[in-house]
T-cell receptor, first 112, second 116 residues
Framework: QKEVEQDPGPLSVPEGAIVSLNCTYSNSVFQYFMWYRQYSRKGPELLMYTYSSGNKEDGRFTAQVDKSSKYISLFIRDSQPSDSATYLCAMSGGGSNYKLTFGKGTLLTVNP | GAGVSQSPSNKVTEKGKDVELRCDPISGHTALYWYRQSLGQGLEFLIYFQGNSAPDKSGLPSDRFSAERTGGSVSTLTIQRTQQEDSAVYLC??????????????FGEGSWLTVV
């Protein structure tokens, strides 16, 4: 079992839809949880950063962490064509806080 | 600079040749990271620098891979005797300190390496 599992998609939605992206993980030491967005042939860009369990909202984006279930989510409200990208979850913790463990990414397309 | 800068952005090399990839982190960032992104594999951690020292080199896939950082700034990732399986995007990232306590990790746009 990989440490971080993420459905690779692809996921295609109409403009304005609510998008839900998810990751599960197996290592209970993870404490820091991140979502990155990566456009084609670009580097990953940090979207959301959450420490431990709970919710965090930033504009149209909401990140949720449920450590008891080892499950994290990213919700995108009122999705736009410019949201079309690959979304990567990442996490770190324990004695290797500097080392991010990534999911493989979910490719999202928002159709106008 | 404004962001993490990497060069070359694209490199095609022949199998068996050595390549050097350069990373210029955000000014003032003490932590620097190298990751590799292969098709279907996601991002894999290679090495972490704090200042000029590398406390964790555990992700380097073989002894053909090495990295150094000088002056607490620029880093070079060297791949000797390249193999086709080395073809990937090599991403450099930096953060103000380590990634704890909300220190954001910023990525460069990567060096796209193709070994033919």
């Amino acid at each position: 079992q990989k440490e971080v599992e993420q459905d690779p998609g692809p996921l295609s939605v109409p403009e304005g839809a609510i998008v839900s992206l998810n990751c599960t993980y197996s290592n209970s030491v993870f404490q820091y949880f991140m979502w990155y967005r990566q456009y084609s042939r670009k580097g990953p860009e940090l979207l959301m950063y959450t420490y431990s369990s709970g919710n965090k909202e930033d504009g149209r984006f909401t990140a949720q962490v449920d450590k008891s279930s080892k499950y994290i989510s990213l919700f995108i409200r009122d999705s736009q064509p410019s949201d079309s990208a690959t979304y990567l979850c990442a996490m770190s913790g324990g004695g290797s806080n500097y080392k991010l463990t990534f999911g493989k990414g979910t490719l999202l397309t928002v159709n106008p | 600079g404004a962001g993490v800068s990497q060069s070359p952005s694209n490199k095609v090399t022949e199998k068996g040749k050595d390549v050097e990839l350069r990373c210029d982190p955000i000014s003032g960032h003490t932590a620097l990271y190298w990751y590799r992104q292969s098709l279907g594999q996601g991002l894999e951690f290679l090495i972490y620098f704090q200042g000029n020292s590398a406390p964790d080199k555990s992700g380097l896939p073989s002894d053909r891979f090495s990295a150094e950082r000088t002056g607490g700034s620029v880093s070079t990732l060297t791949i000797q005797r390249t193999q086709q399986e080395d073809s990937a995007v090599y991403l450099c990232a930096s953060s103000l300190n380590g990634p704890n306590s909300g220190n954001t990790i910023y990525f460069g746009e990567g060096s796209w390496l193709t070994v033919v």
